[in-house]
Nanobody, 116 residues
Framework: QVQLVESGGGLVQPGGSLTLSCKVPRSIFDTYTLAWYRQVLGREREKLGSITIPGKTRYEAAAAGRFTISRVDATNTIYLQMNNLKPEDTAVYYC??????????WGQGTQVTVSS
């Protein structure tokens, strides 16, 4: 059973920063380009960006310039550093493969709330 474990969410003020972590099963970490996603209640999940096995990153418009994805091979963990957070960044954040399979299995996600 694939188990992705996201953590690091919380309440942060507008303009603040937060770093999320995602522990990825080794078999997936070593094989696939990985990505961060988020989902606002009532809306579709959106991709924020991805990171290849060698570490090349790519960002969608919502994340470009404020978010940074990184990976640590020794711990099969990817990270999402978020700066200058805005209320509209409030969502549940997930990690998964960048190219999702037909029936992707998701972790529990981690809630990020940006509010004063």
């Amino acid at each position: 059973q694939v188990q992705l474990v996201e953590s690091g969410g919380g309440l942060v003020q507008p303009g603040g920063s937060l770093t999320l972590s995602c522990k990825v099963p080794r078999s997936i970490f070593d094989t696939y380009t990985l990505a961060w996603y988020r989902q606002v209640l009532g809306r579709e999940r959106e991709k924020l960006g991805s990171i290849t096995i060698p570490g090349k990153t790519r960002y969608e418009a919502a994340a470009a310039g404020r978010f940074t994805i990184s990976r640590v091979d020794a711990t099969n963990t990817i990270y999402l550093q978020m700066n200058n957070l805005k209320p509209e960044d409030t969502a549940v954040y997930y990690c998964n493969r960048a190219n999702l399979p037909l029936n992707p299995v998701w972790g529990q996600g981690t809630q990020v709330t940006v509010s004063s």
